[in-house]
Structures are given as C-alpha cells and as structure tokens.
C-alpha cells in the first residue's frame, strides 16, 4: 500500500469517527488560517473593534452537545464565508481550510437539524388563531416533558427548603 492511499483512508476513517486522528492535521490547518488572515490583513486594529464574532457567544454553551449545536451554526457561518470570497483567492491554503469546514459540518449535519428546528421555531406566527391553538393543545405535554426530564433542580429546591425549616426548630 503506498503512503498516499494510506493517509487517504486514515483521513478517510477519521471522518467518520471524530476527528481522533485528525490532531496532526492541525498544525498545517493553522498554518494556511495565518496565511488566510494575512491576506485578509486581520491584524489591522479596527477587526479588534466591538470584540469578538464567535468566541465569545461560545463561553455560554456549556454542555457538549449545546456547544456542537452552536458550532455547527458557526461552521455554516464560515461555510458562508468562503462562498463570498472573491475566485481571485482560491489559493491552496483557501482550499485547505473550506475543505476542512465541509468535513466538520458534514459530522455535525445533526446538530444543524437542530439549528433548524430552533430558527422555525423562531419563525412560528405566535398571532395566529391557529397556531396559538395548537400551542394550548401541547402545552400540558410541553410542561410534563420540560419537569420529568429536569426533576433534581425543583426536589433540590424543596429538600434544602426543608432543611432550612427543620434548622429554625
């Protein structure tokens, strides 16, 4: 087998298990992102002004899957990004890093169906007559599902409630 069908199915293999084998794939990544901004000029003092895009809407997602939600918008936000970049630039680092987002945002499809739901949800006429009579029709099934998936933060509350009570005696 010759090293280049070799690394085909490695990369092959880590894009369908994760990006576990994709570790030393980032250094070269990181290298055609410092070309990009070079010719994007990012180091120029106003891309500093009114903070940061992405980074700092992320310090809010905690949990993983939360967060595989919110990237997979950002990635699609990128994947934007590269279609609006003039054909001038299709250099090969430019190449490289759009290559790169297509196989993130092809491992994270389910979490951008997710996205989705959220952004139809958004988009929901809430003053129509007739949406708002579904609503009351699943909002008992809504509330029962919201408090038999997340029942520790209301018995929490009662038990140290209790606690409180029986200290006082």
């Not at 190449?95 to 929901?124: C, G, H, P, Q, W």
Request: proline share 4%; charged share 25%; aromatic share 8%.
């Amino acid at each position: 087998m010759t090293p280049q069908i070799y690394l085909f199915i490695l990369l092959s293999i880590s894009s369908c298990f994760g990006c576990f084998f994709c570790q030393p794939i980032l250094p070269k990544i990181e290298e055609d992102i410092e070309k990009l901004k070079a010719d994007f000029n990012s180091n120029q003092s106003d891309v500093a002004d009114g903070g940061s895009i992405f980074t700092e809407r992320l310090k809010s997602w905690t949990e993983t899957t939360e967060k595989k939600i919110i990237l997979s918008q950002i990635i699609s936000m990128y994947l934007k990004m590269f279609e609006n970049i003039r054909p001038a630039t299709s250099k090969l680092h430019v190449k490289n890093i759009r290559n790169a987002l297509y196989t993130l945002n092809n491992s994270l499809t389910e979490s951008f169906k997710k996205v989705n739901d959220l952004m139809e949800l958004a988009r929901l006429p809430m003053n129509d007559l007739k949406i708002q009579r579904k609503a009351v029709n699943e909002l008992f099934p809504t509330l029962q599902k919201l408090l038999l998936d997340h029942p520790t933060t209301h018995v929490k509350r009662k038990r140290s409630q209790s606690q409180k009570r029986k200290c006082r005696c």
